[in-house]
Nanobody
Framework: QVQLVESGGGLVQAGGSLKLSCAAS????????MGWYRQAPGKQRELVTGISTGGIPNYADSVKGRFTISRDNAKNAVYLQMNSLKPEDTAVYYCNSVPQVWIGTADYWGQGTQVTVSS
């Protein structure tokens, strides 16, 4: 069974922090680089950070120095610590493998978690 469940979003003022969590099914998590993606209104979904099975992270320039990704291989979980949040970080955040999971001819996504940053 394929499953991705994101949580931890919310409304925060600019400069604040949030920590997102993702529970993934083992068949997705075990051998995959995992990532956090986001989709802002009217924009395409984008990958903002990923972490390899060995724990090596990489970040988009827009979040570098502010966001930290981590993974717990024992729990099949991925986390995103977001600090110094900006209004432009407002989006629905999704976790997924990198590249994302495909089932047949369609890519699979969880429900995501909304992050709203007020100015």
């Amino acid at each position: 069974q394929v499953q991705l469940v994101e949580s931890g979003g919310g409304l925060v003022q600019a400069g604040g922090s949030l920590k997102l969590s993702c529970a993934a099914s083992r068949n997705i998590f075990m051998f995959s680089t995992m990532g956090w993606y986001r989709q802002a209104p009217g924009k395409q979904r984008e990958l903002v950070t990923g972490i390899s099975t060995g724990g090596i992270p990489n970040y988009a320039d827009s979040v570098k120095g502010r966001f930290t990704i981590s993974r717990d291989n024992a729990k099949n979980a991925v986390y995103l610590q977001m600090n110094s949040l900006k209004p432009e970080d407002t989006a629905v955040y999704y976790c997924n493998s990198v590249p994302q999971v495909w089932i047949g001819t369609a890519d699979y996504w969880g429900q995501g978690t909304q992050v709203t940053v007020s100015s």
